[in-house]
């Protein structure tokens, strides 16, 4: 039987107005599932609280099968560091190093080791020696997850990655991100404007009106 890595529950949210309320969750080994949802619907804000980076008004998420807002900071910081991977639209990476040199950190704090055929599949292997800054947008985002999925996390969460990206190369970072689930019996977490990238996860919802809907 296939674990549950995350599973939230009746969580709610608010700023200056209702984000979202009543929304449960949940994502088991080798599954993708996207989120859909107009730009202020409170994707992100969503997937942040899932990721262990905002705590929610209302409700429990447990990550691992640990309540993650009952951790101190360490221990958040520790499942932060070995067992998740964050994707964002923006790359975050150092732009004064090399590609590789971005991998290496990566795994040297994580405790593993760069995967070449990792690399091979995202298209980059030219590109190790090159400066970010010198890499295209397009590059710089096949680094980013390159340097994520080195790391062999349990569970991605993956806000907009194909977001810049032309059809071909979006397809060709799904195809990688897909089989790195599968592969690993990993989890997925896709936060979306890209109904085509929408449906190449096992399910996809809807957050509008301040519900989760499945589609």
């Known amino acids: 039987m296939s674990k549950t ?38 994707k992100s804000t969503l997937l942040h609280i899932f990721s262990t980076f905002i705590k929610p ?29 964050i994707i964002f639209q923006a790359h975050y990476l150092f732009k004064g190093m090399t590609a590789i040199e971005n991998l290496e950190i990566a795994t040297i704090l994580s405790g593993k080791s760069i995967d070449k055929n990792l690399i091979e599949k995202l298209e980059i292997t030219e590109n190790m020696g090159q400066k970010i800054g010198d890499l295209s947008g397009g590059q710089q985002q096949r680094v980013s997850i390159a340097r994520v999925l080195s790391k062999k996390p ?20 799904m195809k990688v991100l897909l089989e790195y689930v599968q592969e690993n019996s990993a989890g997925m977490v896709l936060v979306t404007h890209d109904e085509a990238m929408a449906r190449m996860c096992n399910r996809s919802y809807k957050l509008e009106n301040s519900k989760l809907e499945l589609l």
């Open 5 to 42: 890595l995350l599973k939230a529950t009746n969580i709610a949210h608010k700023f200056d107005y209702q984000l979202f309320s009543d929304i449960d969750f949940e994502i088991k080994e080798k599954e993708c599932k996207a989120i859909l949802g107009r730009s202020g619907s409170g």
């Open 154 to 173: 349990k569970i991605i969460f993956a806000d907009e990655p194909t977001g810049n990206l032309d059809k071909e190369t979006a397809n060709l970072v």
């Open 57 to 85: 008004n209302i409700g429990e998420v447990e990550l691992l099968n640990k309540n993650i807002y009952e951790l101190n900071e360490n221990d958040i910081e520790s499942i932060r560091r070995y067992d998740l991977g």
